[in-house]
């Protein structure tokens, strides 16, 4: 069983948002090392995957074997609609709602909301945060 870590707060909570925010710049500072850390990896990457995609096939095969490792050649159908109003119509017409994912837009709901519009069947679920902004 682990056992939950007892964190020590600071009384005042102008103190605890300061350690908030060196907190946020730690993360932040650790974040940009990391991706500049990575960044020429992930080129590499890139780059080595795309010609094992390019030249794998050319060479009429289905994959590569390595001393460490296999690539395979994967291949997977994914939609992309090229006319919205015919897919609109369509999953209209045959009630193919399915072929929706189930979220909606926050922008376009903010939007209505702000204009004093209602959308049935939905209703405001107010999300808690907390913004934390560095004081100049």
Known sequence: MVKEKVWK???LLGTCVDRLETLQTKMDELTTEYEAATAPLKEEFKALETHLIDT?????????LGKTAMATIERSSVPNVTDWVKFRAY????????????RTSVVAFRERWDAK??????????KIGLKLKPRK
């Open 9 to 11: 707060f600071p009384k």
């Open 91 to 102: 999953v209209v017409k045959n009630e193919a709602w399915e072929l929706l994912q189930k």
């Open 117 to 126: 519009q209602s959308v049935p069947g939905v209703e405001v679920f107010v």
């Open 56 to 64: 794998i096939p050319k060479a009429k095969l289905d994959g590569a």
